[in-house]
């Protein structure tokens, strides 16, 4: 009788040992993951004009002037799509489209990319209505208004991305104001 009480103390005991050494190891383990994030917390970093630019960011371009972006990542993508934040349906002749679902428009911004570099430029005249017409010439379309931000530039290394949303600048210069359609 006395072997099977202490046969169970053992076993008993032997169980408490591993429980406690597989919390130990988990412990151990999450300290390990949380500081190895915290040495390596992005891979890359992109600039614009010396300025840190946040994984998230809006920006304004003037139009037809190149738009050079420093980055510091081993190797990366870059593309320009539709701003899924600023969706639309368009029709182009009878057919109903969604402006998120245009794909890539690099082709349309002269984008260059280089080791630590790219350029954009927005071209002069570019517009949401002059690309859905050259994505379909031989339909007449109807969209709504440009949104704000229509177009986001999307950057990874294939571990961090960044999105940033953008628009055309136009100088102030370049607006003419007919003072006769005004009512006060």
């Known amino acids: 009788m006395k072997r099977g009480i202490v046969s169970k103390i053992?076993?008993?005991?032997?169980?408490?040992?591993i429980?406690?050494?597989?919390?130990i190891a988990m412990i151990f383990l999450i300290r390990a993951t949380k500081q190895s994030a915290s040495e390596d917390p992005q891979t890359m970093s992109l600039s614009y004009n010396g300025q840190e630019i946040?994984?998230?960011?809006?920006?304004?371009?003037?139009?037809?002037?190149?738009?050079r972006f420093e980055i510091k990542a081993q190797d990366y993508t870059v593309?320009?799509?539709p701003n899924p934040d600023e969706n639309f349906q368009f029709s182009a002749g009878e057919k109903p489209y969604?402006?998120?679902?245009?794909g890539d428009l690099s082709r349309f911004f002269g984008l260059q990319t280089?080791?630590?570099?790219?350029?954009?430029t927005y071209p002069?005249?570019?517009n949401v209505p002059k690309i859905l017409q050259s994505l379909f010439p031989d339909s007449e379309i109807s969209a709504p208004d440009e949104p704000a931000m229509p177009f986001?530039?999307?950057?990874?290394?294939?571990k961090a991305v960044f999105e940033i949303r953008f628009a055309v600048w136009i100088p102030a210069e370049d607006f003419n104001v007919n003072h006769d359609h005004f009512a006060f």
């Open 79 to 81: 593309k320009i799509i």
């Open 114 to 120: 280089a080791a630590g570099s790219f350029t954009l």
């Open 124 to 126: 002069e005249g570019l």
């Open 54 to 67: 946040p994984p998230s960011a809006e920006m304004y371009f003037e139009a037809g002037k190149p738009q």
């Open 19 to 23: 429980v406690a050494a597989m919390i």
């Open 98 to 102: 969604m402006w998120s679902a245009m």
């Open 10 to 17: 053992i076993q008993i005991s032997l169980c408490i040992s």
């Open 152 to 158: 986001a530039l999307i950057v990874s290394d294939g």
